[in-house]
C-alpha cells in the first residue's frame, strides 16, 4: 500500500516516536477477559488510550483513580464514529518507528512479541477526499 499524504501538524509538530500504535496481534483484551477482535490498533503508552477500531469507529479510554481508595478507581470510555458515511474504512499503520514491542500481560502470558509499531494510523477516505489521522505529538494524542 502507498502511503498516505501526511499533512502537516497544526503547529508544525512531528508526530512522537514515543508515544506509538501497533497493529493488534492478540493482545487487546477488555477488563473481563474477553480478546477484543474488533480492536484493530491500540496505543502504547499515551493517556488516554486510544483503540482503532472496526466500522470506523475510535475509543478512548481514561482511568480515573481514587488516590484515597484504589479500589474506587474506575475506567472511563467514549467512542466516537464517523456517521454518514457509506464507507467502511480499515486503518492502516503509516511512518513506521522501527520499534517493536512485546506484550506479556495477563491474557497473553507466552506473549505476543515483535509487534511494529508505528507514528500514525490512517482511516483513508471516511468521506470523500477526507482522510482522519491518528497520532500523538509531545503533548499526547
Known amino acids: 500500500m502507498a502511503q498516505p499524504f501526511i499533512p502537516k501538524d497544526l503547529l508544525d509538530e512531528p508526530p512522537s516516536d514515543a508515544w506509538t500504535y ?3 496481534l492478540g493482545q487487546n483484551y477488555d477488563l473481563a477477559g474477553h480478546y477484543r477482535s474488533d480492536v484493530l490498533f491500540s496505543s502504547v503508552g499515551t493517556l488516554p488510550a486510544i483503540f482503532l477500531m472496526k ?3 475510535i475509543g478512548i479510554v481514561v482511568p480515573e483513580l481514587d488516590p484515597i481508595d484504589p479500589s474506587n478507581s474506575r475506567i472511563n470510555r467514549v ?3 464517523f456517521v454518514e458515511t457509506h ?10 518507528t522501527g520499534h517493536q514491542y512485546n506484550f506479556y500481560e495477563t491474557y497473553t502470558p507466552h ?4 509487534v511494529q509499531g508505528g507514528k500514525r494510523v490512517v482511516y ?7 482522510d482522519v489521522h491518528m497520532y500523538s505529538n509531545r503533548w499526547g494524542p
Open 79 to 81: 467512542d466516537l464514529e
Open 111 to 114: 506473549g505476543i512479541t515483535g
Open 22 to 24: 501497533v497493529p493488534n
Open 55 to 57: 466500522q470506523n469507529r
Open 124 to 130: 483513508k477516505d471516511v468521506y470523500p477526499d477526507i
Open 87 to 96: 464507507n467502511e474504512t480499515s486503518p492502516a499503520l503509516a511512518e513506521p
